[in-house]
Every structure is written in C-alpha cells, then in structure tokens.
T-cell receptor, first 117, second 118 residues
Framework: GAVVSQHPSWVICKSGTSVKIECRSL??????MFWYRQFPKQSLMLMAT?????????EQGVEKDKFLINHASLTLSTLTVTSAHPEDSSFYIC?????????????FGPGTRLTVL | GDSVTQMEGPVTLSEEAFLTINCTYT??????LFWYVQYPGEGLQLLLK?????DKGSNKGFEATYRKETTSFHLEKGSVQVSDSAVYFC?????????????????FGQGTILTVHP
C-alpha cells in the first residue's frame, strides 16, 4: 500500500526555538496533505489542509503564524512550529491524499512526538 | 458542523469474544464513513469504509454497516484476537456531489482503546 513517512519521529527542543517536521508521500503524488495534532488518549484534531503550490487552509483556532505549513512539491509538506512552547508539546500526524485511488485513500504518517522543554 | 461520537473506552475482552464499538455521526449531505486502526507505535491505517447508505465495509473479520436512518456505523468482529489490540477511530469525510469525489477532510471520533487478553 501507499506509504507516508514523517521525519523526525521524535524531537525535543528548548522553549523559543523552531522545529520543522517533514511529511513525504513515498510512492504516490499528493496534491493535498493534512496535518493533525493528537493529545494523549484523545482524538486527532485537524490543524490545516496543505495544498501543493498554494497557501494552506487552517482550521479555526489554529495560529497560522505559529504553525507554518509549506507544500512545495507533490510529495513533501512541512510543518514548522515557530517559537515553540511547552504547550505545543504533542503528537503531530500528517496524512496524504491519493486522489487517483478513490474515496478514502488517505494515508497517514507514523507521527512525530514533539516535546518542548 | 460535522461530528463523530464513539463509545467510551477502554474496552477489554478475552480472545474469541465478540466485539462491538458504537459510532454515531452528525453531518450534512452524504458523508463517507471510515474506521481507522492505530496499532501501538504505528500510524493510522484504514480498516474499512462505506460510501453510501446500507453499504457494508469489511476487512480482517471486522464489519460495519452504514445506517443512514440511525446515523450509525458500528464496528463489529465476531471473534477478536490478541493482535487486534489497538486504538480504533471512527471517522467521516464530507462528500461533495461532484462525481462522488471526497473533499478529503476527515472528522474523527475520540478513539476507543481495545485490549484483548489471551
């Protein structure tokens, strides 16, 4: 099946620094990728929809200046958490939509655990 | 807006027991419905899906039927295994009327932790 990778799988950073997370579709092209945040024992919360070649669409309540998303190619989207603070610590998951494969063809990455000290 | 409600967990069962995880939804139009599974340390994987009313999705012994009249999509398995231990998420995707293509945005339920003991 289709594979989506994320890098890094975990990262620890100091408060005030920025962290970049990459999401790649390895064997298909994804014009649309999604970024989610998952809190412990809670559901996934959609943060933004990333469209190749255009600006990301952010969900209500998500700070676009804090969570910068770039979708520069059909196989890569990046999420940069700027000036990270402890409350940004979470599990970030991306998914990529394979439009050619029909309804429900959205593949998830393994997630990135961010810990801000 | 769209929403998905799953039964509260965690659910603990013995091997070979019958499993039901309830899921109900609220949505406008005709959404597609999904069950995703997240095994420990792994990403979410699509378990099964149904795209229209009365469709039954099935995979690996799991089944769920799209019930529009009750806005439900309950997950069932007749005999669970230890390897089924995971977190299960019910989700819906808003469906446009343009050729049945999905916008792709998923709304998830809160997830249900399933633990199966030998």
């Amino acid at each position: 099946g289709a594979v989506v990778s994320q890098h890094p799988s975990w990262v620890i950073c100091k408060s005030g620094t920025s962290v970049k997370i990459e999401c790649r579709s390895l064997d298909f092209q994804a014009t649309t990728m999604f970024w989610y945040r998952q809190f412990p024992k809670q559901s996934l919360m959609l943060m933004a929809t990333s469209n190749e070649g255009s600006k990301a669409t952010y969900e209500q309540g998500v700070e676009k200046d804090k969570f910068l998303i770039n979708h520069a190619s059909l196989t890569l989207s990046t999420l940069t958490v700027t000036s990270a603070h402890p409350e940004d610590s979470s599990f970030y998951i991306c998914s990529a939509r394979d439009w050619l494969a029909g309804v429900g063809s959205q593949y998830f990455g393994p997630g990135t655990r961010l810990t801000v000290l | 807006g769209d929403s998905v409600t799953q039964m509260e967990g965690p659910v603990t069962l013995s091997e070979e027991a019958f499993l039901t995880i309830n899921c109900t939804y609220t949505a406008t139009g005709y959404p597609s419905l999904f069950w995703y599974v997240q095994y420990p340390g792994e990403g979410l994987q699509l378990l099964l899906k149904a795209t229209k009313a009365d469709d039954k999705g099935s995979n690996k012994g799991f089944e769920a039927t799209y019930r529009k009249e009750t806005t439900s999509f309950h997950l069932e398995k007749g005999s669970v295994q230890v390897s089924d231990s995971a977190v299960y998420f019910c989700a819906l995707s808003g469906l446009s009327n343009a050729g049945g293509t999905s916008y792709g945005k998923l709304t998830f339920g809160q997830g249900t932790i399933l633990t199966v003991h030998p």
